[in-house]
């Protein structure tokens, strides 16, 4: 189960690439809050592809349930409201949380919980073949023009990494 924070959804939907996402998808409904329903009433044109990809099923809504986790978590002033539901929702339902954000993913990995981050699904979507290298790095490159933030270094590893699968 792979549980989104609201980064990886918003630059997947701003290069329309929502589509490519299958198996299960879920977003808390602080993360669904967040990015649709505000994204909605501040005129985010790429929030109605997210709505679209609910109503498509492509992810489930799902509720973040009181734990001692996420009582821990909430109690982390650096932590988002929606990143404490994401990490809760990961390791209530043994899934993987996908987030950028270095600062939770350190707290995942303490807490146990698995993390990927969107450079990730399109290296996995390419080494899959459901999409080519070409279209991975074209992906990679148009997130980067719309604002997604990839450091140099990181950014040459991704190259790397899709260089190697296309020999």
């Given at each position: 189960?792979?549980?989104?924070?609201?980064?990886?959804?918003?630059?997947?939907?701003?290069v329309?690439?929502?589509?490519?996402?299958?198996?299960?998808?879920?977003?808390?409904?602080?993360?669904?809050?967040?990015?649709?329903?505000?994204?909605?009433?501040?005129?985010?044109?790429?929030?109605?592809?997210?709505?679209?990809?609910?109503?498509?099923?492509?992810?489930?809504?799902?509720?973040?349930?009181?734990?001692?986790l996420?009582?821990?978590?909430?109690?982390?002033?650096?932590?988002?409201?929606?990143?404490?539901?994401?990490?809760?929702?990961?390791?209530?339902?043994?899934?993987?949380?996908?987030?950028?954000?270095?600062?939770?993913?350190?707290?995942?990995?303490?807490?146990?919980?698995?993390t990927?981050?969107?450079?990730?699904?399109v290296?996995?979507?390419?080494?899959?073949?459901?999409?080519?290298?070409?279209?991975?790095?074209?992906?990679?490159?148009?997130?980067?023009?719309?604002g997604?933030?990839?450091?140099?270094?990181?950014?040459?590893?991704?190259?790397?990494?899709?260089?190697?699968?296309?020999?």
């Amino acid at each position: 189960m792979w549980v989104f924070d609201a980064t990886p959804l918003i630059y997947l939907a701003k290069v329309d690439r929502l589509a490519l996402l299958d198996g299960s998808c879920v977003l808390p409904e602080r993360v669904y809050e967040e990015v649709v329903e505000t994204g909605l009433e501040q005129g985010y044109p790429d929030t109605r592809r997210i709505e679209r990809s609910v109503d498509a099923d492509r992810f489930d809504i799902v509720s973040v349930e009181t734990t001692p986790l996420l009582s821990r978590l909430q109690d982390n002033s650096n932590l988002s409201d929606a990143d404490v539901a994401v990490l809760t929702c990961a390791d209530a339902h043994d899934g993987v949380a996908v987030m950028d954000e270095t600062y939770g993913r350190d707290v995942a990995a303490a807490e146990g919980i698995t993390t990927r981050g969107t450079a990730y699904l399109v290296l996995k979507l390419a080494s899959e073949g459901a999409i080519s290298v070409d279209d991975a790095r074209t992906m990679i490159d148009a997130m980067i023009d719309e604002g997604w933030y990839c450091a140099p270094d990181v950014y040459t590893k991704i190259i790397q990494k899709l260089e190697s699968l296309a020999d």
